[in-house]
């Protein structure tokens, strides 16, 4: 039999309820000199871009409010606003740096729908490329991606600096 080896994932399986409280509270709170580290792109007024650790394609983000609400009717009017806009800058970067053939954008609200951190809304962002699903994640449980997290980060902030 074949063996393939995605190390990452036990860190997610082993370590990943295991979390002190919410994850985007402790990253916004940081300080913005470790924001490599912590995989934040941007800095806004109410919201921060975030990679997602545990992607499903490369330069999948997230835009986080430093509001610590578990649901989207819960964000008041100029959070929400600044969350689209963010969102939009952030597709461009996706645009020019990467060159997807769609997107994906959604929040999954409450476990029960899929989310990791339930009680932290966020909206997820995700380039799309055909035939970027594959029998990897289907038959064996495994993503592949062609490009190290850093190195992903390091393409989008350059952009989003200039931009």
């Not at 393939?4 to 994932?9: N, Y």
């Not at 609400?69 to 969102?87: F, I, P, S, W």
């Not at 799309?128 to 980060?153: K, S």
Request: net charge negative.
């Amino acid at each position: 039999m074949d063996q393939l080896w995605s190390p990452w994932r036990f860190r997610y399986v082993s370590e990943g309820t295991r979390t002190e409280g919410c994850i985007f509270c402790a990253m916004a709170a940081g300080d913005a000199s470790h924001d490599r580290e912590h995989l934040i792109l941007e800095r806004a007024r109410h919201n921060f871009v975030v990679l997602n650790l545990y992607p499903y394609t490369t330069g999948h983000a997230m835009i986080v409010p430093y509001a610590h609400v578990a649901r989207l009717t819960d964000l008041d009017g100029e959070t929400l606003g600044e969350m689209m806009d963010m969102a939009k800058k952030f597709q461009v970067a996706l645009e020019s740096v990467y060159h997807p053939e769609g997107y994906n954008l959604g929040m999954n609200q409450g476990r029960v729908a899929g989310a990791g951190v339930a009680d932290h809304v966020h909206l997820h962002v995700l380039p799309r490329w055909i035939g970027d699903t594959n029998f990897m994640a289907v038959v064996g449980e495994t993503r592949l991606h062609p490009e190290e997290l850093h190195t992903t980060y390091d393409k989008l902030a350059a952009f989003l600096r200039r931009g």
